[in-house]
């Protein structure tokens, strides 16, 4: 059984990794109008990866007996500045989605709630591939300025991701 704390916690994460979906596929939309689909399709996948995190925050609440509260979103932008732009967003999204994770291992530290704690693991360590995996992109896009033919090579290079392997 949940305490109500960590259960309204716990809703609310289900919530900020709905939201990260709906964020990752509005910045595949933008990248599908710029005409780039390789960068599209890794976005989507993400997508696709974001629904799986809050599916095992939705499992983990019904699996402890606790009551899933399903909140509401916020409309997820599909106009950006550059594809720069959308993985400078997207680092900035994954650090504020790692704070709020180191933020819910705290409360269920001091709730002395250990099977949530342990299980929360995997996404402390998720959080750390997110943001590498994101960054390294962001790096990718600094060095390739305004490169095109750079650019052309990056996005037919991500586009070689499929949804099925990016879910952890
Ligand atoms: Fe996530
Ligand atoms: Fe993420």
């Avoid at 259960?7 to 964020?23: F, G, T």
């Avoid at 799986?52 to 909140?71: M, P, S, T």
């Avoid at 750079?150 to 996005?155: E, N, P, R, S, W």
Wanted: aromatic share 10%; charged share 25%.
């Amino acid at each position: 059984m949940l305490n109500k704390k960590v259960e309204r916690a716990m809703n609310d994460q289900l919530q900020k990794e709905l939201q990260s979906a709906y964020v990752y596929l509005g910045m595949s939309a933008y990248c599908e109008s710029e005409s780039l689909p390789g960068f599209a399709q890794w976005l989507r996948a993400q997508f696709d990866e974001e629904q799986q995190h809050a599916l095992r925050f939705y499992n983990f609440i019904i699996d402890r007996e606790g009551e899933v509260v399903l909140k509401q979103l916020d409309a997820a932008p599909t106009s950006y500045k550059s594809v720069q732009d959308v993985f400078e967003t997207a680092l900035g999204h994954e650090k504020a989605v790692t704070a709020a994770i180191n933020e819910l291992y705290d409360l269920v530290a001091t709730e002395k709630d250990f099977a949530s704690q342990a299980w929360l693991d995997w996404f402390a360590t998720e959080q750390v591939e997110e943001e590498k995996t994101v960054g390294q992109i962001v790096d990718d896009l600094h060095r390739i300025g305004s490169d095109g033919n750079g650019l052309f090579i990056l996005d037919r290079s991500l586009g070689s991701r499929i949804g099925a392997e990016a879910t952890g």
